[in-house]
């Protein structure tokens, strides 16, 4: 059964850093693409960024290029997303996601950008 | 990119009857070479991550009822439930895979009336 647990989320500051993790299990983690996709409060899915299996290809939405940094470590089976320069409106829930096109979702950490 | 579009936005339908959500993509999701439809449907309950329902356009995935189908090709697509039950109040969304960013349509809330 695919597992991924998202942690790391919580409050910051504008213009502050936030490093969420998720942790997966359950799959060969270094087989498959992996993503972040976010939903603000009260709002739909986005897709957010991706990851190939051995990292070599990045996607950005143009929203976050320039300010988050997907990454992972094949070896701890774990998926990373460094947010720095963070914005009022990058307040979401972000989930983790097994990625073969279709999505295998985690739970979800919430992140709050506010002053 | 290709961009999702939804209909209705939401919907309410009577226990026991038929729920039909609609999805179109501003461009074919279909790969002729593969004979596929990039292609899911997920639904989402308050409070909860999304659930994969369907991929490859009508591919259900494991444990989903059988009271849920999928079908459509190339840029239309529609959901259905058979017979609504309580349970299945929820929004929605399609999501293409076709092209990244793999946009998703901006949900269907589904209602008992």
């Known amino acids: 059964e695919v597992q991924l647990m998202e942690s790391g989320g919580g409050l910051v500051q504008p213009g502050g850093s936030l490093r969420l993790s998720c942790a997966a299990s359950g799959f060969s983690f270094s087989y498959y693409w992996m993503s972040w996709v976010r939903q603000a409060p009260g709002k739909g899915l986005e897709y957010m960024a991706t990851?190939?299996?051995?990292?070599?290809?990045?996607y950005y939405v143009d929203s976050v290029q320039g300010r988050f940094t997907i990454s992972r470590d094949n070896a701890k089976n774990s998926l990373y997303l460094q947010m720095d320069s963070l914005r009022a409106e990058d307040t979401a829930v972000y989930y983790c996601?097994?990625?073969?096109?279709?999505?295998?979702w985690g739970q979800g950490t919430l992140v709050t950008v506010s002053s | 990119d290709i961009v999702m579009t939804q209909s209705p936005d939401s919907l309410a339908v009577s226990l026991g009857e038929r729920a039909t959500i609609n999805c179109k993509s501003s461009q074919s999701v279909f790969y002729s070479s593969k004979n596929k439809n990039y292609l899911a449907w997920y639904q989402q309950k308050p409070g909860q991550p999304p659930k994969l329902l369907f991929y490859?356009?009508?591919t259900r995935e494991s444990g989903v009822p059988d009271r849920f189908s999928g079908s459509g090709s190339g840029t239309d697509f529609t959901l259905t439930i058979s017979s609504l039950q309580a349970e299945d109040v929820a929004v929605y969304y399609c999501?293409?895979?076709?092209?990244?960013?793999?946009?998703f349509g901006q949900g269907t809330k589904l209602e008992i009336k």
């Open positions: 990851i190939k299996e051995d990292g070599s290809e990045k």
């Open positions: 999501q293409q895979y076709y092209l990244t960013p793999h946009n």
């Open positions: 996601a097994r990625d073969s096109g279709y999505l295998h």
């Open positions: 490859w356009a009508s």
